[in-house]
């Protein structure tokens, strides 16, 4: 604590051309006092650090006196954000060149400290960042929620990532999308043109299930919650749901390693009809427990494409299967399920334009898929599926794809760069690298559906 103060003071002195400052203080003394106040700094001038662009700075150490106009991109470090909202406010208002902004709130950190009464402010009081395009904010939904309501940015042109860590002491209160984003900053508002949705599920805390949402504009990766929901019943799946109606959801990919027990054939009906113009659906979950849950959901999904009014043509499944190496039998009986899926499909009148068959032996609890076009398939697989099941396809779909791409990311690199978001230059995070094979080399010349 008492060489920050030196350590301040000479960046301003003697570091005129630095570009980018990290500064993370560890201070277990400070006894309940101001570190800001106690620091007695001076307002860093645009002069001194002209060329500032990058701060990381303890959350606790940012103020308006530690900001400076040039700044492009803002990580506070930390437990504490802020210990209040109109500081972290007053210096986020002297950033007026923000594009990335990452804040972690501390689980009890208590930022209506000052604010009068948590009361939704005027539209004179709310903050515009102009050029924001990127935010992640971690913390608990009362407080990201009013850290949000007060806030403002282009949000259709910006990608906004919202964690809420659960405690194991209440670890059942649903964080429902709705109750995070402001009004101001709903989904209507904000992603009215989501055409992509990615919902996954998975476990926490003893053995609470939570789904996590990603939503896509045009390939370009928008918004992200997790969790999105806690899955205590269906019905809070399809609250979740609900949020996106008035979307045009062209795509969705469905991971759910775990369901409720009254996921029943019912609901799912129900489920698809709150998306009439889906046209793809992706299950890309790769677990040997997910089996069931897959072929239930495809099942539906087509019976809906019956029912409805979608052109036949243009409806695609994508269907991730787990090639385990340790019992090869498990392969055979998932594609055994395709084909049963399927078989009823063309019994019932129905076909589709396009199958996706994506098959993998990578441990699915290393990898994360978050496309099946990420999924690799080797040549050997790849004339083995072709011999064995392509031909019985024939009735019920037009093409079978069996090629995949090359890319897989980690789970534990979480897609995250430096500033906690997926950055290739261009904001479209979930395009895959292109397979080095030309699929128009396995072309299929016999009778039946076309393979590529």
């Not at 129900?270 to 790769?286: A, I, K, M």
Request: net charge negative.
């Amino acid at each position: 604590m008492s060489d920050v103060p030196k350590i301040l003071r000479k960046v301003t002195a003697k570091m005129g051309r630095l570009q980018r400052l990290k500064l993370d203080v560890q201070d277990d003394s400070k006894c309940g006092k101001d570190p800001v106040a106690e620091l007695d700094l001076r307002q860093w001038e645009a002069e001194s650090l002209p060329y500032l662009e990058r701060l990381e700075i303890s959350g606790d150490y940012f103020s308006r006196a530690t900001t400076v106009p040039s700044l492009h991109t803002l990580v506070l470090l930390g437990p504490g954000v802020a210990k209040s909202l109109p500081r972290l406010l007053d210096g986020l208002k002297a950033c007026p060149s923000l594009v990335k902004v990452r804040l972690d709130f501390d689980i009890y950190t208590d930022i209506m400290d000052g604010c009068e009464g948590g009361e939704a402010p005027s539209p004179d009081c709310i903050l515009d960042l102009p050029k924001l395009r990127k935010i992640r904010v971690a913390g608990m939904v009362p407080v990201i929620h009013t850290f949000l309501s007060r806030i403002s940015f282009p949000a259709a042109l910006a990608r906004v990532e919202l964690v809420i860590p659960g405690t194991e002491k209440d670890p059942t209160q649903p964080p429902i999308l709705p109750d995070i984003l402001p009004r101001h900053l709903s989904v209507l508002h904000m992603f009215p043109t989501i055409d992509r949705l990615f919902l996954q599920s998975d476990v926490k805390y003893e053995s609470v299930p939570f789904v996590s949402v990603r939503g896509h504009v045009q390939g370009a990766e928008r918004l992200r919650v997790s969790p999105a929901v806690w899955l205590h019943t269906a019905d809070h799946l399809m609250q979740l749901l609900e949020v996106f109606r008035a979307c045009t959801v062209t795509e969705l990919a469905l991971d759910l390693r775990r369901v409720t027990s009254d996921m029943s054939g019912e609901f799912w009906g129900r489920f698809f009809e709150v998306l009439p113009d889906l046209r793809r659906l992706q299950l890309p979950s790769c677990t040997l427990e997910s089996r069931e849950i897959k072929r239930d959901i495809a099942e539906h999904f087509l019976a809906s494409c019956r029912e409805s009014r979608r052109t036949a043509h243009d409806i695609t499944l994508a269907w991730v299967v787990r090639a385990d190496m340790e019992n090869p039998s498990h392969l055979e009986e998932e594609l055994g399920d395709v084909q049963q899926v399927f078989r009823r499909h063309a019994e019932c009148g129905g076909r589709i334009g396009r199958l996706e068959l994506m098959a993998t032996s990578l441990e699915p609890r290393s990898v994360k898929v978050v496309d099946v076009t990420q999924v690799s398939l080797d040549l050997a697989t790849w004339w083995w599926l072709k011999r064995a099941y392509v031909s019985q396809l024939a009735e019920a779909t037009e093409v079978v794809a069996l090629s995949g791409q090359v890319k897989l990311w980690s789970a534990d690199d979480d897609d995250d760069d430096e500033d906690g978001f997926e950055d290739d230059g261009t904001d479209r995070d979930d395009e895959p690298e292109m397979c080095s094979e030309n699929d128009d080399e396995y072309e299929d010349k016999e009778r039946g559906p076309s393979l590529e």
